[in-house]
T-cell receptor
């Protein structure tokens, strides 16, 4: 079974530029999560999708971050404009959703973002 | 006060030692308790989960939850160099509520 795919793996941008990350979850997984993991910290949930609907985006900085999950499969997370404090690893995870254990999340390798 | 507190370490132990990793939490509504392992430059992977209080054993790993003290532990017996990683505790109220992670404890098992 293929895992969660993410691209790019690394990205370096200057502040005020924009950036987009892509995630392809495990086939059949209804729930998709985006997390931000700052160095030395645990992952922080940014947004959770159930199919293509948003379940929780309470910690998403909506003035600069946006995410979509068209057709309930792939997802894109965008930052515009980026700030220095956005430097982090952005992790995508997926889970089966209603047919499985909600906490059994499978994580991708992450995208390491550096904002200079 | 953070909802979940975890000592960041690092924790260094000799191979074969018993390792104890711990987290405390403040939200009494948490019902599901998880431990994830994260190798360097990789995403976290679920090790074990426990519902409510009690113990759960899986091979060399034992998870304990004490809801009365709001304290959870992960024990690793006969630790191996391959266990060297960051261990993240995580908790949820259940259903499809979000999962809250601790900061992670970095473990190094020295051969």
């Amino acid at each position: 079974e293929a895992g969660v795919a993410q691209s790019p793996r690394y990205k370096i941008i200057e502040k005020r530029q924009s950036v987009a990350f892509w995630c392809n979850p495990i086939s059949g997984h209804a729930t998709l999560y985006w997390y931000q993991q700052i160095l030395g910290q645990g992952p922080k949930l940014l947004i959770q999708f159930q199919n293509n609907g948003v379940v929780d985006d309470s910690q998403l900085p909506k003035d600069r971050f946006s995410a979509e999950r068209l057709k309930g499969v792939d997802s894109t997370l965008k930052i515009q404009p980026a700030k220095l404090e956005d430097s982090a690893v952005y992790l995508c995870a997926s889970s089966l959703g209603h047919t499985g254990l909600p906490y059994e999340q499978y994580f991708g390798p992450g995208t390491r973002l550096t904002v200079t | 006060q953070k909802e979940v507190e975890q000592d960041p370490g690092p924790l260094s132990v000799p191979e074969g030692a018993i390792v104890s990793l711990n987290c405390t939490y403040s939200n009494s509504a948490f019902q599901y308790f998880m431990w994830y392992r994260q190798y360097s430059r990789k995403g976290p992977e679920l090790l074990m989960y426990t519902y409510s209080s009690g113990n759960k054993e899986d091979g060399r790993f034992t998870a304990q939850v004490d809801k009365s003290s709001k304290y959870i532990s992960l024990f690793i017996r006969d630790s191996q160099p391959s266990d060297s990683a960051t261990y993240l505790c995580a908790m949820s109220r259940g259903g499809y509520q979000k999962v809250t992670f601790g900061t992670g404890t970095k473990l190094q098992v020295i051969p």
